[in-house]
């Protein structure tokens, strides 16, 4: 049967659900010209009425059984009910969209499996780094690519704290609080703060490159609540800037997974990357470096790309082929191997606050040297009036155990050292 509309269930009617609604009002034409049917939005369903009561929808299983729906657009976060409305939403024959990057990381596993024995269609580019089609470009522009490495900054709210940090010289409770009046950061930015939403995107992207469900889990996460604006303006000074990176490297002993906070040299190019921009490179092993930018956070950004799946998958609905070919290509048994997080290797940014005292830099040096850290620069800028000196080292590459086993026996020799050693990995 030959359809009229493209008809859709929209699930959470939030900041970005009211976005999805206002650019497919205002797009419409640019919406029906790629897909030749017009897509109109039958029933939105959230937990209070909203502003179009004749669409208002109060329990989301009504949508999901309304034979009339093609597609579901899951934009409610969180992990249940979302979990339950994808899986329900691929059972009932429905193609769904959805945003949410941790139900996908979490439950990757059982929601593709269900789309592949349904052959139905899940999509969701809104998922990682906002408005940049890097989920697209990963699994249709870089079809062809062996992926060797895949780093970002794929959370603007933590980018735009650091931004602040970096060019006002804030404190992090400030820059927080910057962001959370610009609107960029959640009421509760924990999962932003310390690294676990960086830590799901990365997680898609990886199981997404290499075929088999890589877990949060299997990636060691570090976030940037423990930051102080004392490293962040030292090492500006010294010609880097802090960005929080996720990174997943493919080395001969396994998937080296990461979400940390980094340096970067001035001149690399997330180093341009402020404020709620996102970037992802990805290298392939024919294609080289490829680097997607854009806006990671923010209303119209996110719902923007959900559009852009709404469109894409009605294009296969018109068509009766959504979900034909799976748009995932996932083997539920194939098992990759992850490199144990203390074998992980990088240069490392240290800075020791301790006594000022003869024998001190030579016990530290050589507690560094007995763990096999060695090192490429040292200085020890002048802070006259303080009764403890402030040592900045720069270490060549050297395994996290090293780096781990030096620092907690620095540490521990508390007739040197007066505060905790700071390490930051230095990303090249
Ligand atoms: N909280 C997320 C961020 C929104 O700040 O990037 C987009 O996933």
Redesign the pocket.
Known sequence: MKKKFINIGLIGYGTVGKGVVKILEENKKIALRKVGKAICIKSICDLNPIDKPELYVKNFKDIIKDPEIDLIVELIGGYEPARTIIIESLKAGKNVVT?N?AVLAKYWNQIFTTAQDCQKSIYYEA?VG?VIPVVQGLSEGLASEEILEIKGI?????NYILSEMTKNGVSYETALKNAQVAG???ADPS??VNGI?TAN?LAILSSLAWGSWIKVKDISVKGIADLNIEDVLITRDFGYDIKLIGCAQKTKNGIDLSVQPCLVNHENAFATVEN?Y?AVMIIGKDSGDVLFYGK??GQQP?ASAVVSDIINVSKFIVTNTAGIVSDVIYDKKKKIKILPASKSKASYYLRFSVLDKSGVLAKISGMLGKHKVSIASLSQPDISGNDYARIIIITHETCRENIEGALKQINATKSIVKSKTVKIKIEI
């Open positions: 945003a990057k998922s906002g794929l959370n603007g709210t933590t960029f950061a959640e999962f932003d939403d995107k709620e996102n990671g956070a996110a």
